[in-house]
């Protein structure tokens, strides 16, 4: 079990149980698509393919990523990630440094797309889809969401919007491991060696059964 110094307040406490209810509806969403593979096929320009998963689930999914993505929330990524720094392990402060890394990189688009003189990176396409289409209608992206739509023959928003919350919900299922370990639960799955984009992470917790 992590120790950590000191010891968790009541506000700690609830914003890591808050973030394992959220990880929990993560992982009921996920799990069934966990070995779902996301490809875009463009060798027919004019008929391009795209396997990807169902738009109920990746709305679902988008729901709880956001309650992880977004700074306001009590579950935000850095408040969780703040409380485990404190981790007597250094191997755990590694493991810290290692996700927020695998975050990052799963906001940056292996491509920029570009349109009338825009170009939208990973993180502007996830966040124009999720405020302007999924879950809001935010006037103020109304104007870039426009601009992706009419892309979106080629189906390549679909597919950068997919694959990042496909990654980011990999690392909250592995941040799900830390959490768990802190609270002396058990941990909802195992996904400690999954890849999140190119890169995988180094650092796995023991196994609680051994």
Known sequence: MLTLQPGL???ELNTLSAFRATAA???RIFAPLARHSLTLDLRDPGSPKLNSFPEDSLRSLAIAVR???MPKEITHLEKVLKILTRAVDPDVREFVEVLRHNWNFA???PMGLGIDGYTYGGRQVFETWLYARAVHRDPRRQADASRL???DQSLLPTHVV?????DLTICILQL???VADALGE???GDFATTEAGDRRFSFKLPDPAT
């Open 176 to 178: 799900d491991y830390a």
């Open 25 to 27: 509806d993560a992982h």
């Open 107 to 109: 906001l940056v688009s």
């Open 162 to 166: 997919q694959s990042v919350i496909r």
């Open 9 to 11: 307040t009541a506000a």
């Open 67 to 69: 309650q992880v993505y």
């Open 149 to 151: 739509d009419k892309m």
């Open 186 to 188: 058990q941990p909802l």
